[in-house]
């Protein structure tokens, strides 16, 4: 019944549209998803949902788990803070932080740092996070200079998503990035992994519907504007999608397609990441959240498309974006 629901669906919402990508496409990416625990696909066009699939125990209303695709929620609501004065993106952190101004590394950390991966902080398991206030995170020592390395992991925004409920006072980061971003959406959003002390694991806690994802991604498409009204300043937005001179692979949380296909990188999450993301077939204005088990938003603004892929962390396949997006895109 729902297969046949599904093609219904499709025949109506695909009648005289003149589509960038393939139905046959859409159909083979689904399969490959499929064959290696997917449980959502979904793309939208322009705003409208063209395909949508569930399968592997997925559902339109089950509520998956993002894992690193959560990050992508921290760098939206950076610059929503930039833009309310809260902060300046180049500005150090210790002028919260108080007890790093002493710090001759630490003292150097500025939110575009945190924001990048770059900060020095070495990587914590996700299964560590439990163990750790947000304040116990400022604690880790560094392992590298501030702005020198990309390091993937999620301690630098756990660390920048206290700083800025410090900057709050008396708010809350998850009740901030409710009221600025998630409410002017109407897309909730749960925070099933915290922290010891009770905030949310911000890089890897969130759970999030296929649809419900879907709608955030076209809202980051249209550069913060969602109907009729500018949530976030297109300008915005944009710096979410420069990368670093560690890594410009790797913008505020958001993973990119670079030109510079030669720039060397030694973390491994993002090596995999530049090896899968650099063919021709991958259309250069991609960015992604991306998380472990093949959670993907994938964005590309000049084709118009928002696609969600979701699976089950369990599968012992690794999912592999250029053998997806190769299906999708490749004539």
């Not at 990587?123 to 990309?150: Q, R």
């Not at 990119?256 to 491994?268: A, G, T, V």
């Amino acid at each position: 019944m729902k297969t046949l629901f599904l093609i219904i669906f499709l025949a109506v919402s695909l009648y005289g549209k003149d589509l960038p990508i393939d139905i046959k496409n859409l159909e083979k990416a689904s399969e490959y998803s499929i064959s290696i625990g997917g449980q959502t696909f979904l793309v939208m066009y322009d705003g409208e949902i063209i395909y949508e699939k569930y399968s592997n125990g997925g559902s339109p209303e089950k509520l998956q788990w993002l894992a690193s695709g959560s990050k992508s929620f921290v760098g939206i609501v950076a610059v929503a803070a930039v833009e309310d004065g809260l902060i300046k993106l180049d500005d150090k952190v210790c002028e919260i932080i108080h007890k790093w101004k002493d710090d001759p590394l630490k003292s150097k950390i500025t939110y575009r740092h945190l924001l990048t991966l770059t900060s020095g902080f070495a990587p914590l398991n996700v299964n560590e996070f439990k163990n750790y206030t947000w304040d116990d995170l400022t604690e880790k020592p560094l392992i590298s200079m501030p702005g020198e390395k990309f390091r993937y992991g999620g301690v630098h925004l756990n660390v920048f998503a206290y700083a800025l409920q410090l900057k709050l006072k008396n708010e809350t980061f998850e009740n901030y990035l409710k009221r600025r971003v998630l409410e002017p959406l109407n897309v909730k959003l749960q925070w099933y992994l915290r922290c010891k002390d009770g905030n949310p694991q911000v890089a890897g806690g969130a759970f999030m519907s296929a649809r419900e994802w879907a709608k955030f991604g076209e809202f980051v498409r249209l550069n913060g504007k969602y109907g009729e009204k500018q949530i976030i300043k297109e300008e915005l937005i944009k710096e979410c999608f420069k990368g670093s001179n560690a890594n410009p692979y790797y913008g505020l949380t958001w993973w990119l397609k670079s030109e510079k296909e030669n720039f060397y990188i030694s973390d491994i999450v993002a090596l995999n990441w530049k090896k899968d993301i650099s063919h021709n077939y991958i259309p250069s204005d991609l960015v992604a959240a991306c998380g472990a088990g093949g959670q993907r938003l994938y964005i590309i603004p000049s084709l118009k498309l928002v696609i969600v892929r979701q699976g089950n962390l369990q599968t012992k396949k690794r999912f592999n974006d250029s053998e997806f997006l190769k299906v999708l895109f490749e004539k």
